[in-house]
DNA sequence: CATAAAGTATGCTATATCTCATATTCTAAC
DNA sequence: GTTAGAATATGAGATATAGCATACTTTATG
């Protein structure tokens, strides 16, 4: 993780991001960027998260663990989003685990001077409830028609999304519970995208061979 | 319908619900109370909807219609809530069709003349960020939760949300396609419920007859 | 290093759910 | 009132998915 608050470096990726949009002028001053590697974690489970980051580039994966210790994957954060905004918004006391699937930049506030700012900036306000109600309308929308479609179409959305320069290697313990799917049958689907020639495996990743044929599948979901 | 802006009735109405938890008291001149009863409407689909309500008391249904003329059931609203939210926010244009489940009593403001009042009202922005989020969060779990298990267990907490007064009618077409399910699967476990005694056919009605089975089933999905 | 726990892998059976076919009401439009 | 289009109803066969058993690997832990 790297740190950077020069002058410069923030301004030009505030310039860039349309800042002036998403929160109010007063904010600026108090804006770091924060740059994070693949594989990196952004923040440590159950600890409280003293920012509130609006991710501008990369891609990563929230975790939650149950009150038995398993861990399950609860979503994909893909820029441009925020990160954080529940425990500003004393929706959840602590964070989540989030960890980069590649390289991410965010335009961190740290909440110790920039809470009160926010909660009483009208032109963030406003973002993030649009956000949220766009998130909470996609989603039951997307997630109820998806489970019209049988798993590999699922499945092959998974795949595309948690794919990274063509190389599937996720653990599909994991992998089955978030998708909601038996172990069996996840592995059962596999199978068929390795036998169909979609997937090959080699050691234990899994390389993409016929994209389209993934794509496919997704978009017949999607309408 | 019926609208009411007595000074008295409004006030009232306001103290026992925490208006001034969730909006700013310049807000409060402007309320008027709007009741409805049973199946009658509250917006009428594709038109603009000139309020934002919060809705103190009763239950309705949610509909869509698609580009082919279909209607489908999208969600339920139960008090508290609001109703409107999307339009105020600009995320969708027009109205959904929203139909009283059970006589309805909402605070009304009029965005003629409290739009921009809403849009920069710092305590409404943040109980609705608050509320969307949690909305999210939520509909989203529980859905994927509740897919984990046999069609039996969504049937039966859909009867007993849509059901008034110990009667279930809504019609099988809709509903299966609101819980995504085929016709043909939902007829199949309705007739089990029927032939368990839980439910009894009377004319197109079905009387629930134990409330506590369908209970049952649906709080082993909740957790 | 040894052992336990977790992840991977595969086969078989059971079941939840879908698809299609077909008949019978109901409802709305002319 | 007649007729077309929905909605209801039921049956039989197909398939997607779950469940269980079992074996083998990898990873963590003492």
Chains 1, 2 share one sequence.
Request: net charge neutral; hydrophobic share 40%.
């Amino acid at each position: 993780m790297l740190i950077s608050t020069q002058k410069n470096h923030v301004e030009r990726l505030c310039e860039i991001h349309h800042f002036n949009t998403i929160f109010s002028k007063e904010l600026l001053p108090y804006v770091e960027i924060h740059t994070f590697q693949k594989k990196e974690s952004l923040s440590q489970e159950g600890e409280p998260f003293p920012y509130l980051y609006y991710m501008v580039k990369g891609k990563a994966k929230v975790y939650m663990t149950h009150k038995n210790g398993q861990r399950t994957l609860v979503l994909f954060a893909e820029a441009p989003c925020f990160l954080g905004e529940m425990s500003l918004l004393e929706v959840e006391p602590f964070a989540k685990g989030v960890t980069a699937m590649e390289d991410i930049t965010c335009l961190a506030l740290p909440l110790a001077t920039c809470k009160s700012l926010l909660l009483n900036d009208t032109i963030f306000l406003r973002n993030l409830s649009r956000i949220l109600a766009e998130k909470a309308r996609n989603r039951s929308e997307t997630l109820a028609k998806s489970y019209a479609y049988p798993f590999e179409n699922r499945f092959a959305a998974f795949i595309l999304i948690s794919a990274s320069e063509g190389v599937y290697n996720e653990m599909h313990t994991e992998v089955a519970e978030f998708l909601n799917v038996s172990y069996r049958h996840l592995l059962f689907t596999l199978q068929d995208f390795v036998v169909k020639g979609v997937l090959e495996k080699e050691g234990r990743n899994y390389i993409v061979k016929n994209d389209a044929f993934l794509k496919q599948l997704r978009d017949e979901m999607i309408d």
